[in-house]
């Protein structure tokens, strides 16, 4: 099991930027392709963003492809998701967890997510 701890959100205006931080703990965080979901209040879990152990390989919802990034730091066991451009429907709680996939069902050792808010 691997422990997640995300950090970085906050509120901020519409246009803005916020950058997310996914620590991880454990000698094999590094091992294991890693994503992101969010959940805002009332819907499903959504599916973000993911990358491959290497951080060779990376894929985006439609949503965010082209405004975040999802990168990796084996170094320091993190994986950042970077999001600029920001809109109110990209309100929710961004978690992290290690798997692969679009689906929820896929991961295992979630975060216990972190809140961002985007004002208009």
């Known amino acids: 099991q691997v422990q997640l701890v995300e950090s970085g959100g906050g509120l901020v205006q519409a246009g803005g930027s916020l950058r997310l931080s996914c620590a991880g703990s454990?000698?094999?965080?590094?091992?294991?392709?890693m994503g992101w979901f969010r959940q805002a209040p009332g819907k499903e879990r959504e599916f973000v963003a993911a990358i491959s152990w290497s951080g060779a390989t990376t894929y985006y919802a439609d949503s965010v492809k082209g405004r975040f990034t999802i990168s990796r730091d084996i170094a320091k066991n993190t994986v950042s998701l970077q999001m600029n451009r920001l809109k109110p429907e990209d309100t929710a709680v961004y978690s992290c967890?290690?798997?692969?996939?679009?689906?929820?069902?896929?991961?295992?050792?979630w975060g216990q997510g972190t809140q961002v808010t985007v004002s208009s």
């Open positions: 454990g000698r094999t965080f590094s091992s294991y392709p």
């Open positions: 967890a290690r798997g692969w996939g679009q689906r929820a069902e896929d991961y295992d050792s």
